[in-house]
């Protein structure tokens, strides 16, 4: 049986609706889908649980990779009720998921009041011109853990 | 006293070496500090606590958040041993941090056999460019938890 994709993202939408009516969180939701099957779900809880990372598709990647017991994700498919943010998307990669599938769009997001969009723009200047001050320091010093990650031969690459 | 950027940054490599050395996780370390007073400090746990999103800033930006018991981070610094990845940078981003200072670059995390400049390189591009496959569906439904959120006045907004 193919994976229903309308079926997994309207559920994500009427997840995304109950967490705002609750009053659990912003409105955004993720499913993570593996052989049509929810390994999990999650949505987003920044104010209630004080934590600016707990964005739904994180929250659901963290919750799939203990359900999991590793850290990537492939073979999974993440639906999700809005576009990712760059923290998100970057959080995606990292899991190695398979596919994303999403409704709203970053500038329905910006609408609704949210930064991801500003988020994206400021990611695409170079450090120096963001409007976050960024400051590189101590560059000559800055081989010194990667030099003894190449030297543990006992390391995990991820 | 004006905060000491390069005594915390070097406090920060150490600690990227000690995690190494202590096989606790990748090569990465994070201090978090207010008025010149450490509030929270974070390494990459990745493999050790199965979870993609445990890079060193996420980590100190969760343990800070806590410790503040807010979502917001306004007026710290975060001390990094890289230039943070596009996940780690959204993070910092949406905690409302004042400021970063790193000593490696993507690059050089690159060299190390890290992906962050690939992430970024796919940031850029249009979702349906990007190697990671992302498809938008049900844009007419989209709107519905965007709806919840306006109608909520009791909505904590971030």
Known sequence: MPTDDTSHLRDALD?????????LGGPFAALIVEDDTVLAKGTNRVTTVQDPTAHAEITAIRAACKKRGHFE????????????CPMCLGAIYWARL???????????????GFDDDHIYQELDKAPPDRKLPMEQRLSDEAHRPF????????????
Chains 1, 2 share one sequence.
């Not at 398979?98 to 609704?112: K, L, Q």
């Not at 030099?147 to 991820?158: L, S, T």
Request: hydrophobic content about 35%; proline content about 2%.
């Open 147 to 158: 030099d003894a990650w190449k030297n543990d031969d006992d390391r995990i690459e991820y």
């Open 15 to 23: 997840l995304a609706v109950d967490n705002v009516e609750s009053g």
């Open 73 to 84: 994700l492939d073979g999974c498919t993440l639906y999700t009720t809005c576009e990712p």
């Open 98 to 112: 398979d596919r994303v599938v999403y409704a709203a769009s970053r500038t329905d997001a910006a609408e609704a």
